[in-house]
């Protein structure tokens, strides 16, 4: 009994020497911003499902921005993002409409199925139209999205040297075909492309024709994050980990060996970076690091993607904080460490 529980609390302190943060140095730099749809109309979250017309149930407005829109990346970039989440639709007329619902009965005056309408169609249709924040009373952007809905290659032209975060709306892997054929005619566009994300065919026909692009799926974020819980401590970085995004909901990261600095420092040398979500709750639903509070999410040192829906908030707050450096008592801390050894 007695040498079982020596060899118990060895192989826990073997554990807690490959994992822990202390001994750790993260990588280099500060965090970076990734503004989800740009600047854009919030609205609560309670309630929200994937077939809510959040344009119904927006906030008081505090700025003109419409989501998806040039002027709102724009605006994004202006307040510090690094990346810009934006969603795409195949049209028929093969060009990449950058709107998110899947119809466009919400936020327009139309009605009808996004990817099935040419865009010539859709550049007609007035994007603001549906919004309000009082039930239907006022519609504060009605007449103002006009001509607002650009096409993938609009923004690449109006918005170079930026990066983007492509979100693929439908399952159809001709959209992954249709993108790797566009960078192959403008490679020039290829740098613009952060990595793709979303339904599952079109992302991994885009990973499979272009070369060095990183995304992911659903099947892919919980292949990488429950088969490094379940062997991460050994310090090996699972296969579906490597040279890709790692997407890591706020309240699950503590769960993550080596959290935080010890996991980042995996996650760069396997090649990947890290986007750190806000709080997970189950279903589609993603949801940002959107306050002071989600904030608290975001830890000392941390180096990687911040994914927000209040990037004018979010980034100047991140700007405010100290650089990236091991505080006094930290390096105390490890001092400490390294005499007991």
Known sequence: MKRFVIVAVLFAAVVWLLNTSLLATPPEGPPKILAHRGIHQTYPKAGVGNDTCTAEIIEKPRHDHLENTVASMQAAFDSGAAVVELDIHLTPDRQFAVFHDWTFDCRTEGKGVTEETPMTVLKSLDIGYGYTADGGKTFPFRGKGTGHMPTLEEVFTALPDRQFLVNFKSRR???????????????????????????????????????????????????????????????????????????????????????????????????????????????????????????????????????????????????????????????IRRAKVAAAL
């Open 173 to 331: 892997a001709e959209e992954g075909a249709a993108l790797a054929a566009l960078l192959e005619t403008h490679p020039e566009w290829r740098q613009a492309v952060f990595g793709v994300y979303g339904g599952g065919e079109p992302t991994r026909e885009a990973l499979k024709l272009v070369k060095g692009l990183r995304g992911y799926d659903r099947n892919s974020v919980v292949g990488c994050l429950a088969r490094y819980i379940a062997y991460g401590w050994t310090g090996v970085v699972p296969a579906a980990c490597q040279n890709t995004l790692v997407i890591v909901p706020g309240n699950y990261a503590p769960w993550l060996w080596g959290w935080p600095d010890r996991f980042a420092q995996r996650m760069k040398s396997a090649g990947s970076e890290i986007i750190l979500l806000g709080p997970y709750a189950g279903g589609d639903f993603t949801t940002g690091i959107d306050s002071a509070e989600d904030l608290e999410l975001v830890p000392e040192n941390f180096s990687g993607y911040v994914w927000t829906n209040r990037a004018e908030m979010i980034g100047p707050m991140l700007a405010k904080r100290q650089p990236a450096s091991y505080s006094a008592a930290r390096l």
